[in-house]
């Protein structure tokens, strides 16, 4: 039961690089997240996907894209990356409503030189 | 604005002794309340919630957490701590989004917990 798969691991990128973070998952979840994290400030949304076909920014957009490309695919790009964008990036995904947990990614480790 | 908040950046606990990693919370209506734990180089994972009723919600773990009205709080409990229990807790609430029935979730900043052997 693989869950949420994030690919890569890790990734090292010089300033102005473009790359693309991506993520599955195999629970036939409606809704998809991404999100950001960095010590100190806990996760920040950045995009997510209430369902497909649909996406909306989240608290910290600026510098990013996404794209949900069908019920199980949810990509994150950054066009030109920045050092400040050197952080650990999460994909979840959930059933729709409040009530229901988000399952999480083991993360994308990436740095911006 | 709903929120969460985490009061301690940092819980240091012996082992054997319970635990506690607070949350207070600030939504309107009715809350629900998430605790998620993160192991390093991980995710987070899932490990109870409140939506309603008994103010003692049991999860994974033989984690517990107390949901009180007044007080505002949704705090995490454990009676017995152990070493494999460090890792980063993380209280959460959810938010609605801008289109018809989506919910994000607002996290806290986090809470380290140590248990020392």
């Known amino acids: 039961n693989a869950g949420v798969t994030q690919t890569p691991k890790f990734q090292v990128l010089k300033t102005g690089q473009s790359m693309t973070l991506q993520c599955a998952q195999d629970m036939n979840h409606n809704s998809m997240y991404w999100y950001r994290q960095d010590p100190g400030m806990g996760l920040r949304l950045i995009y997510y996907?209430?369902?497909?076909?649909?996406?909306d920014k989240g608290e910290v957009p600026n510098g990013y894209n996404v794209s949900r490309l069908n019920k199980r695919e949810f990509s994150l790009r950054l066009e030109s990356a920045a050092p400040s964008q050197t952080s650990v990036y999460f994909c979840?995904?959930?059933?729709?409503?409040?009530?229901?947990?988000?399952?999480f990614g083991d993360g994308t480790r990436l740095s911006i030189l | 604005a709903q929120s969460v908040a985490q009061p301690e950046d940092q819980v240091n606990v012996a082992e054997g002794n319970p635990l506690t990693v607070k949350c207070t919370y600030s939504?309107?209506?009715?809350?629900?309340l998430f605790w998620y734990v993160q192991y390093p180089n991980r995710g987070l994972q899932f490990l109870l919630k409140y939506i309603t009723g008994d103010n003692l919600v049991k999860g994974s773990y033989g984690f517990e957490a107390e949901f009180n009205k007044s007080q505002t709080s949704f705090h995490l409990k454990k009676p017995s701590a152990l070493v494999s229990d460090s890792a980063l807790y993380f209280c959460a609430a959810p938010i609605r989004g801008s289109g018809a029935g989506s919910y994000q979730l607002t996290f806290g900043k986090g809470t380290k917990l140590s248990v020392i052997p």
């Open positions: 979840a995904s959930s059933e729709s409503g409040r009530v229901l947990a988000q399952h």
């Open positions: 996907s209430a369902s497909e076909g649909t996406t």
């Open positions: 939504v309107s209506g009715n809350p629900y």
